[in-house]
């Protein structure tokens, strides 16, 4: 599917989701700060494993990007920026990053599924992010955390 438009896969995609001609392409996207993470994280909603994320909500500011809604749609991109899936937006939180609790951390479907495992790997990478932004890291920063639902996937 490497290289195939976003409006051909939206036109399949909306036509088996029975969404009408006039539907809107919905926002495209890709999981992680490089192609390795977003093909991996991907890799893992594809096989139903990965049914949350988690993102920091200054970056949403900072990019004046609205945050999802429960019942918005979204077309997942590979490493490759092709889209691969739709799903949907189930749940959206704003909280304290140590607020996150174990069953999120599960629901993200990263490394063993525990909550020390998430934390080791979004401190990680928020800490990169941070650090680019000349931001410090802090456990109480405030993170959007969205439930996703995997709505369609090409035969």
Not at 8 to 35: K, N, Q, Y
Not at 48 to 57: F, I, N, S
Not at 76 to 96: F, H, K, M, W, Y
Request: overall charge negative.
């Amino acid at each position: 599917m490497s290289g195939r438009p976003l409006t051909a896969f939206w036109d399949e995609a909306r036509i088996v989701l029975g969404l009408p001609p006039d539907a809107t392409v919905p926002d495209a996207w890709a999981f992680g700060d490089s192609a390795e993470m977003a093909d991996e994280l991907l890799a893992l909603v594809l096989i139903g494993r990965k049914r949350a994320t988690t993102g920091m909500l200054w970056e949403y500011e900072e990019e004046v990007e609205p945050l999802a809604a429960p019942g918005e749609l979204s077309i997942l991109l590979d490493g490759n920026g092709s889209p691969a899936c739709v799903v949907e937006t189930t749940e959206v939180r704003i909280l304290p990053m140590s607020q996150v609790d174990s069953q999120f951390a599960f629901d993200e479907g990263e490394g063993d599924r525990s909550l020390e495992s998430w934390w080791r790997a979004h401190e990680e990478v928020f800490g990169r992010v941070l650090e680019a932004a000349g931001r410090n890291f802090d456990p109480d920063m405030l993170v959007v955390t969205e439930r996703l639902a995997l709505r369609y996937v090409p035969a």
